[in-house]
């Protein structure tokens, strides 16, 4: 945290201050370890292990914080006994389908309730409350925790092998030090203390990076730390506002405020998309308000009843369009032309040959950055224009390039990871042709309603009625805002929402950040001024609320679990919920208040139903839908790892995304003679991820100017690198080389007695710039998580030789052989089939869905 | 008002706001390109150029709070000590270097010379000539924003308070609470460096004081710095005794050689 949000991190070093400990868990000793109270080393991509090793300790020990899991958590919960766990089929659970490579979650159902639709395939689920929203008010539960089949029981079975010597013999944590954390964890939690998690891609990048989260936050559910002030799992994100990028999404599933994307077999007119998104119990009830002001502010005067608010222009989502399936469609000439806003793929992400190869297959690029960056030079300097074997003549695609204004050249949000949006104001105008991004949107789409002005295609009513007037950030804050539509004044808040079209709101979530005509988001009141909770500091959403689910700060009968720790509580001569923060509850819902059967819309939220987002109104330890590789966290090998799973046959997620093609070629599942080192990418504090805000700054450049590895002094004495050096690293993907850095920051661990040597690799440079060097994500595969789509850069094997890399034509991706069949997973049963996530390629024309 | 810097090196994330922020408001060239092996330190030492520099030490021990790790990395950033006896300004023979309102060490680039007797009497190799324009250079402790009533550019770039900025008697009270503080979470050994004339009477003191957690000269920095200047009187006597004892041998011998005609 101390290495990519150093800013942040001074509120970690006044928490260290104020006698807090602060465990650092990462494979190599950073900037942050430095500080530390303890630096844990671990084996990268073996995390999942090490947390469940937690979750035993706690379970095993007894220490979990009863009452809260019994109130807040679906601990109680009875499963369906068709359940089976990992525990009973070596690394699977029940439901899996090896024709179709995917889980069927209708056995991981709570009993007694119809689980009714699910999301089966990624694009289907991801990242979206769909599944969240069908009926699961749990009747069936066991508040002992003692019945067999209740979440608790099976969280028990299930992390019952992730043992002290297990974390040891997978993780390379001695028992000892991982106890110290197991205890530190827990002494420093319950009714008077809470610890935080806080975490970023080194979790993320997985093939199972989802279930590295989830397995935090049972942590988090078991010892009674989420909703309470101190406690909570953060997400620092990759870019200043990729919390903003989320809440109002560039992803292609999403809607503003995490409303669904319609579907093209299901949602087929607007009562068929309200019946699969509308839930019967928890907030969910309230959809339909939310995404008839979503039109309401597209479509304006256009979006009436009759014509079900102009639902039909809404384009439907055929298949998954994430990064990796959409850059291997473009690989298979399936993709025209293309954006790329404030990215620079070639760099940051993964397989930058496969990528650069599937670019050159687009008809037009469209590239907007404050540098001329790799992405938008990859016609003429590339690693395959240096090894001479494309020629930039022959690369047809026209790119266009447009300047982009800086952060401090325009104003705005920026939304941070603790969901506070913080406006910030113009410094100084962009220089030379420099515009902002929204003056690009406004300008585009001003000029695309022009060119279909006098259209009278139906199709084109899309444009012709779009509402196209928000020029200013302003506006467009307002406009998220929402206003009611006879007067454009602005909305207090998403619970004024309407949905008869009297509303219109860009972003239900961030509904309330204008209220009352003033710009909420540029508040800055001192510290000094206000409470320690400082409400007066900007604006977070939902309701300017600073910490979610703050219900769980009190008991089950509304009272503080601790005076120390109180935070909002129910008071009771009021007759209202009150305290420091927003109460994230219905205001004057009493704790005794629970719903009749036939209750309705907000009436089926129960006076302990914290977590009401969730159907059942609880926290999910065991999560009976929405995730594409089982209900609890189990610890997979990486794609390419350097050893067999010690804890299950299934060697890796078995529903990770791969794509099994020539340009992609995957190592041995493990222990690959020809790729021995285990590798782990990550950033430095002096360049920002792909460099283009950093490598093109002398002040910046110089204080980290070459691309280097980082290798242990026993690797070097084993390899005969030398520091200052250069060393070769190579993958079945491309070869790069690096000058070497020889640092004991860098420990081999031991696991059964055996050295395991782990390299690490900054990978911020790239063919242009200041300063120069290859990209380590070359290097990476396309794999990715089947929840969230991310690749799998955080843990890979690769080998390393001392010395630089050949200058000529040489092997490139595609050309090594790189796998062979029966080394990966076992059983066959379990073999992954490629996938084709969905898109309609050309040699899947019939358009079935996989 | 003396002011100055109380850098803590037990809060430094090893981030270089702090030189960026420098370079940036004092508008610094970069040193170059050259990646140097030796840890994350790129740019070296100060110099001309780079007015604040963050020094990384690997280190086979650990600092006492971190008894579990069996190594530690520390970090210091590095700048002009505004000594209270300035080798530096001492050595000028323009004076172009002066003392400011603000009891910091000033150097006027518009009655600098670069004759560099100054390079040589800093006991810290702080100040450095500039290869283009033979002048010397160092950190100002932002006079200019000082004059502006804002504080200098890197404390207020630095994210964890690494550097404080204030005046000097309060930055004593405080990093002598520190100092205690850390004693008491079991951060031995934890103390000042150059806080007081008592503690470095080769400086009398400096307005820019560390707290460290190893021997100064694991930090690169000299254990006991003097000022050229304060060695002047005991040169002088012992240029005076050697004289003097000469002469006698001088007169001694004449002595005896006429002793020996005898």
Known sequence: MAECHPVGFQWVMEAKRRGAKIIHVDPRFTRTSAVADLHVPIRAGSDIAFLGGIVRHILETGRYFHDYVVTFTNAP????????????????????????????????????????????????????????????????????????????????????????????????????????????????????????????????????????????????????????????????????????????????????????????????????????NHAKGGWWTEFPKYIVSLLKAWYGEHATRENDWCYDYLPLLTGDHSHMTTYAAMADGLVKGYFIVGENPVVGSMNGGFQRAAMRKLEWLVVRDFQLIETAEFWKSSPENERGEVSSEDVQTEVFFFPAAAHTEKDGTFTNTQRLLQWHHQAVEPPGDCRSDLDFVYDLGQRLKALYLSSNDPKDLAIQNLTWDAKTSDDVLREINGWTVADRAPVEGYTKLKDDGSTACGCWIYSGCYKDGVNQTARRKPASEQDWVAAEWAWSWPMNRRILYNRASADAEGRPWSDRKRYVWWDDAHHKWTGFDVPDIIADRPPSYRPAEDANGLDTIGGTDAFMMNADGKSWIFAPKGLQDGPLPTHYEPQESVMRNPIYGQQCDPSRMEWRRRENPYHKAWADPAYPYLITTYRLTEHHTAGGMSRWLQWLAELQPEMFCEVSPEIAAEKGLHNGGWATISTARAVIEARVLVTERIKPLRIRGRLLHQIGLPYHWGSKGLVRGDSANELIAFVGDPNVSIQESKAFTANIEPGRRGRGRGPIAGTQEGESGQWRDQPPARFKKPGKHGVVTARNISGEET | MPTGFFTDTTLCIGCKACEVACKQWNQLPSDGYNFTGMSYDNTVQLDASTWRHVAFVERPAPVSEQPVNSFSWLMLSDVCKHCNRAGCLENCPTGAIIRTEFDSVFVQPDICNGCGYCVVGCPFGVIDRNPTDGLAWKCTLCYDRQKAHMEPACAKACPTDSIQFGEIADLRTKAAARIEQ????????????????????????????????????????????????????????????TSLGLLAAAFGAVASVRGGRR
């Open chain 2, 182 to 241: 850390l004693h008491g979470q079991g951060v031995s050994a934890a103390y000042l460096y150059g806080a007081d004339e008592a503690s470095q009477p080769g400086t009398e003191g400096l307005n820019a004081f560390f707290l460290l957690v190893d021997r100064p000269e694991t930090y690169n920095l000299p254990p006991n710095p003097v000022a050229p200047a304060k060695r002047a009187g005991p040169s002088w006597a012992s240029m005076a005794v």
């Open chain 1, 77 to 276: 919960a009875i499963i369906t006994d068709e359940f089976r766990d990992t525990e009973d089929l070596d690394g699977l659970f029940s439901g899996w389908d090896s024709d179709k490579n995917q889980y069927d979650p209708k056995s991981w159902a709570y009993e007694g309730v119809e689980p009714g639709q699910s999301g089966t395939t990624h694009e289907q689920s991801t990242g979206e409350p769909l599944s969240e929203r069908a009926q699961m008010q749990h009747k069936h539960r066991d508040e002992t925790l003692q019945h067999p089949r209740c979440v608790f029981q099976i969280l028990k079975r299930h992390y019952s092998r992730y043992t002290p010597e297990m974390v040891e013999e997978t993780c390379g944590v001695p028992q000892d030090l991982f106890l110290q954390v197991a205890e530190t964890l827990i002494q420093n939690s319950g009714r008077e203390r809470t610890s935080a998690f806080c975490y970023a891609v080194g979790w993320t990048q997985h093939s199972v990076g989802a279930q590295y989260i989830r397995t935090a936050t049972i942590i988090q559910q078991l010892l009674g730390n989420m909703g309470r002030p101190g406690g909570g799992i953060l997400a620092l994100r990759g870019h200043a506002s990729i919390q903003g990028s989320t809440d109002i999404p560039t992803l292609y599933n999403l809607l503003p405020g995490y409303l669904a994307m319609p579907k093209a077999k299901k949602d087929v007119n607007f009562a068929k998309y309200l019946e699969n």
